[in-house]
């Protein structure tokens, strides 16, 4: 999945700041974001990035109920861990700073990991297509 540090980090904080459970328009009314499913999603994906849990395992959603026009009311919640592996003080700073735009994923990526290699031999123009596709095999 896409996800941008920011919009994780918005919902990751405005979680916290509402005790680790709060509806869809509690977090609106924390981050003024209209895509609150989608902030959790990234909040998800960058729990998983900093290693505090699995993907799966960060947030969860539920269906509490129904607008008077019919939308449905969701309920999200950190399952229980979460809010425990969150408290220490660096990690709220971190939060803070990747809202503020302080920070990046590069900075909060683990720097021993290998830089991606290039596909060159796919993007060579001067061989025919043909000529590539043997060279690959």
């Known amino acids: 999945m896409n996800w941008t540090l920011a919009a994780g980090a918005r919902g990751c904080l405005a ?4 005790g680790g459970m709060a509806t869809t328009q509690q977090l609106h009314g924390q981050t003024g974001s209209m895509a ?5 999603a ?4 960058l729990l998983a990035h900093l290693g505090v849990c699995d993907q799966a395992a960060a947030i969860d959603c539920r269906r509490v109920g129904a607008t008077v026009n019919g939308h449905a009311v969701m ?3 950190f399952r229980p861990g ?3 592996a969150l408290r220490p003080a ?3 700073e971190l939060l803070a700073d990747m809202v503020a735009g302080r920070a990046t994923r590069k900075a909060t990526a683990d720097a ?3 830089p991606p290699r290039a596909q060159t031999a796919l993007f060579d123009h001067t061989v025919p297509a043909h000529q590539r596709h043997d060279q690959l095999r």
Request: net charge positive; glycine share 0%; no cysteine.
């Open 90 to 92: 660096r990690m709220k």
């Open 112 to 114: 021993a990991a290998p």
């Open 15 to 18: 979680l916290i700041r509402l």
């Open 82 to 84: 979460i809010m425990e």
């Open 36 to 40: 609150v499913h989608t902030d959790i």
């Open 75 to 77: 309920r999200y919640s």
């Open 42 to 45: 990234a909040a998800r994906e």
